[in-house]
C-alpha cells in the first residue's frame, strides 16, 4: 500500500491515473446509453449497435483518442454490412421479377416431396390454374397423365428424372404434360438443381413443344408420302408385265400399311357378269381370301360395292372406326377387322379395285395413310394404262404371227393329213386283221399288237389336232349339259389314282348353247392337260357358274400342278409350242379356236409351282329341255 501512494505522488503517474479515470467514467456513460437504448425495438442485433455508436459519438468529445481507435471502425463495418444487405435485397427483387416476368412456365419443387413451392404466371396460364395456391397443391405425376408415351407411369418416371436432375446439376428431357382441364400437350422440361442457404431445390423450367411437334410430324409424313411414291415409281418403271408391276406393288402394300392382306380385283364393274382377283399377296399367317384367277359371279352386294367405289374419288375404308361396316359373313369368313379399297381407272379397259385387309386386329386408317393409298393407286392406274396399251400391242403382233405361221401350217396339213391318214387306215386295218386271225397268240404277240392299235390312235389324233388347228368346221350348236358333258369326259378318261376330282356343278345350271362335239373336245384337252400337269399327283377342280345377266355359262378347270411361268404363259396358244416331252403344241390352239368358233372365250391364270386355272366362258340355252 505504501508502494502505491508512493507511485501516485510522482508527476506521470498522476496523468496515468488520471486517464483512467477518465476512461472509467466513458464506459460508464456507454453503459447507460446502451442500456436506454435496449429498449428501442430493432429488428437486429447490427442496427441496435449502430444506435449505439450514436451516443458514443458524444462520448468522443470526452475522448477523441478512444472513438478514433475502437468505435470508428466498428460503424464503418456495420455501415458495410448493410449496404451489402441492401444490394442483397436489390439482386432478390430483380429475381423475383425475372421469375415472375418469364415467358416460360417456371416452377419451383422441394424435397421430400417434390411437391411445387412456387410458380410465375407463365406456368398459370400454361396449365390453366387459376392461383398458385392451387398450383402448389399439385406435384408433376398431377399435371401429367397416367402414362408416357413409352408406357410408363408418369408418377415413376418424373421421380427418375428429379433424381438424375438432382444427381447432375440438371436434366433436359421431352414430357407429356396435362392441363388441369384433361388437355394433354408436349413439353420440353429443364430441371436445374439450386441452393439457398443450405436448402436444395429444384427450378422446373418448362415450354409447350405442341407446334414443333405438329411441324416435326408433317414433315416426316412428307418424307415418309414421298419416299412410298418414290418407290412406286421405280416398280413402275421396272416392271416387265403386269403381272410383275401388281405383285410387286401388293408386296409394297404389305409393307407400308403393315397389312396382312392386299390384292387386286377385275373387273370393277357392276353390269359386268362376273370378276375376278387376277392377283392377291398375303402374309403367311393370313391366306388368300380369294381364289386366284376364279371368276366370281355378280352379286347384287358386289354390285352396288362398286357403284359405290366408282362414285368416288379417294379410297373407301371399312370397319369399326369407319363409315362402312363389313358385312358380317365376311369378315368372319376371311377373318378381316380393317378394309380399304378405292377404285382404279387406267385409261384402256375397265376399272380395277386396289384394296388391303387387316386381319390380326382393326386399324383405324388416317387421313395420311387414305392419301398415300390414293397416290399409289392413281400411280398404278398410269402404268396399268401404259402396260395395257403396249401389252394388246404385242398380243395384236403376236395374233399376227400366229396366223401366218397358221396359214403356212394350213397349206401343208392338207396335203400331210392327206397323206397321212391313208397310210394310218390301212395299219390300223391290218392290226385288225391279225388280231382278228391271232386271237389264240400268245401274250406277247397281243401285247405288241394292242401297242401297234394304240400308237396308231395317237397319230391319227395328231392329223386330226393338226387339221382342227388350222380348220374349223362351223359349228351346230344345241343344248348341252355340262354336268353330263363333263361326266361322259370322265367316265372314258383314264384318271390317275394319284388325281383327285372335284366338282362343283350346281344342279340348276342351265345347259350350254354349242356344238356337243366340239365342246367336249375342248374339255377333254383341258382335264387331260390338267391331269398332266400333276405328274406327283394333286386335286383337279371343275366348276361351273352361272353369269345371269349376260345369259352366259363360265366352266373353270383349275389343276394343283407344276403351273408355268409368264413367259410360258404367253405362248400358251401359239402352234407347235409345248412344254411337255411328248406333243406337237396344238392342244391349247384347237382349244381356243373352238370356244371362238362356238362364241365363247378363254381366260388362263398360271403361276409357277401353284397351278393353273382356264375359264371357258359361253352362252347359257334359252331352255332347260333336250340338254344332251
Not at 467 to 490: C, F, M, N, Q, Y
Request: glycine share 6%; net charge negative.
Amino acid at each position: 500500500m505504501n508502494k502505491w501512494l508512493a507511485f501516485l505522488k510522482a508527476p506521470a503517474r498522476v496523468v496515468i491515473a488520471v486517464a483512467f479515470i477518465v476512461l472509467g467514467t466513458e464506459l460508464l456513460i456507454m453503459v447507460l446509453i446502451n442500456s436506454f437504448q435496449a429498449t428501442i425495438q430493432k429488428d437486429t442485433l447490427l442496427e441496435k449497435f449502430v444506435l449505439f455508436l450514436d451516443p458514443i459519438a458524444l462520448t468522443a468529445m470526452v475522448s477523441p483518442v478512444l472513438y478514433l481507435l475502437v468505435f470508428r471502425p466498428l460503424k464503418q463495418q456495420a455501415e458495410l454490412e448493410r449496404q451489402a444487405k441492401d444490394a442483397l435485397r436489390v439482386i432478390a427483387l430483380k429475381h423475383q421479377l425475372l421469375f415472375e416476368s418469364s415467358r416460360d412456365a417456371l416452377m419451383l419443387l422441394a424435397p421430400p416431396s417434390w411437391r411445387f413451392t412456387g410458380a410465375n404466371r407463365a406456368t398459370l396460364q400454361l396449365f390453366g390454374a387459376s392461383s398458385v395456391d392451387e398450383f402448389t397443391a399439385l406435384g408433376p405425376w398431377d399435371v401429367s397423365p397416367e402414362r408416357q408415351p413409352d408406357g410408363r407411369p408418369s408418377s415413376e418416371k418424373a421421380q427418375e428424372m428429379i433424381a438424375i436432375a438432382m444427381r447432375e446439376g440438371a436434366h433436359f428431357f421431352e414430357w407429356q404434360h396435362q392441363r388441369l382441364d384433361g388437355q394433354p400437350f408436349a413439353a420440353d422440361v429443364l430441371l436445374t438443381r439450386m441452393e439457398v442457404g443450405g436448402d436444395l431445390f429444384l427450378q422446373a423450367t418448362v415450354r409447350d413443344i405442341t407446334e414443333r411437334k405438329q411441324f416435326e410430324l408433317q414433315l416426316s409424313l412428307r418424307i415418309r408420302h414421298l419416299d412410298v411414291m418414290e418407290r412406286i415409281s421405280r416398280i413402275s418403271l421396272g416392271s416387265k408385265s403386269v403381272e410383275e408391276l401388281l405383285e410387286r406393288v401388293l408386296d409394297e402394300i404389305l409393307v407400308v400399311f403393315n397389312a396382312d392382306r392386299a390384292w387386286f380385283l377385275y373387273p370393277c364393274d357392276s353390269g359386268a357378269p362376273s370378276w375376278s382377283v387376277p392377283m392377291e399377296r398375303t402374309r403367311p399367317e393370313w391366306p388368300g381370301a380369294f381364289a386366284r384367277g376364279m371368276v366370281m359371279p355378280m352379286v347384287p352386294e358386289v354390285a352396288e360395292v362398286f357403284r359405290e367405289l366408282l362414285a368416288s374419288a379417294t379410297p373407301i375404308p371399312y370397319g369399326p372406326a369407319a363409315s362402312h361396316d363389313i358385312p358380317a359373313a365376311v369378315a368372319e369368313q376371311f377373318s378381316i377387322k380393317s378394309q380399304m379399297q378405292m377404285a382404279l381407272r387406267p385409261r384402256v379397259g375397265s376399272p380395277w379395285v386396289m384394296g388391303l385387309h387387316h386381319c390380326a386386329q382393326a386399324r383405324a386408317y388416317d387421313a395420311d395413310e387414305l392419301l398415300i393409298f390414293k397416290d399409289i393407286g392413281q400411280r398404278v392406274s398410269d402404268a396399268l394404262s401404259s402396260m395395257i396399251m403396249l401389252k394388246n400391242l404385242r398380243e395384236a403382233q403376236d395374233e399376227l404371227v400366229r396366223k401366218e405361221k397358221l396359214a403356212v401350217l394350213g397349206q401343208v396339213a392338207g396335203s400331210v393329213g392327206h397323206e397321212l391318214r391313208n397310210p394310218l387306215g390301212v395299219m390300223s386295218n391290218a392290226v385288225y386283221f391279225l388280231q382278228t386271225v391271232l386271237s389264240d397268240a400268245d401274250e406277247t404277240t397281243r401285247e405288241y399288237l394292242n401297242i401297234i392299235k394304240s400308237e396308231i390312235a395317237a397319230s391319227e389324233r395328231i392329223v386330226s389336232d393338226l387339221l382342227d388347228s388350222v380348220r374349223t368346221k362351223p359349228p351346230h350348236p344345241e343344248a348341252v349339259g355340262v354336268a353330263k358333258l363333263i361326266e361322259r369326259i370322265l367316265r372314258k378318261y383314264t384318271m390317275p389314282p394319284s388325281v383327285s376330282v372335284q366338282l362343283d356343278i350346281p344342279a340348276t345350271l342351265p345347259p350350254l348353247r354349242a356344238d356337243p362335239q366340239q365342246i367336249q373336245q375342248v374339255f377333254s384337252n383341258l382335264i387331260s392337260n390338267g391331269v398332266e400337269a400333276m405328274p406327283e399327283g394333286g386335286v383337279l377342280e371343275i366348276r361351273a357358274v352361272e353369269n345371269k345377266p349376260e345369259g352366259t355359262i363360265t366352266v373353270s378347270v383349275r389343276d394343283s400342278g407344276i403351273g408355268m411361268t409368264p413367259e410360258q404363259l404367253g405362248k400358251l396358244f401359239q402352234p407347235l409350242y409345248t412344254i411337255k416331252a411328248r406333243g406337237l403344241g396344238l392342244g391349247m390352239v384347237v382349244v381356243k379356236n373352238l370356244i371362238q368358233a362356238n362364241g365363247g372365250s378363254v381366260t388362263v391364270q398360271s403361276e409357277a409351282g401353284k397351278g393353273t386355272v382356264i375359264a371357258v366362258m359361253l352362252s347359257a340355252a334359252a331352255e332347260m329341255g333336250g340338254a344332251i
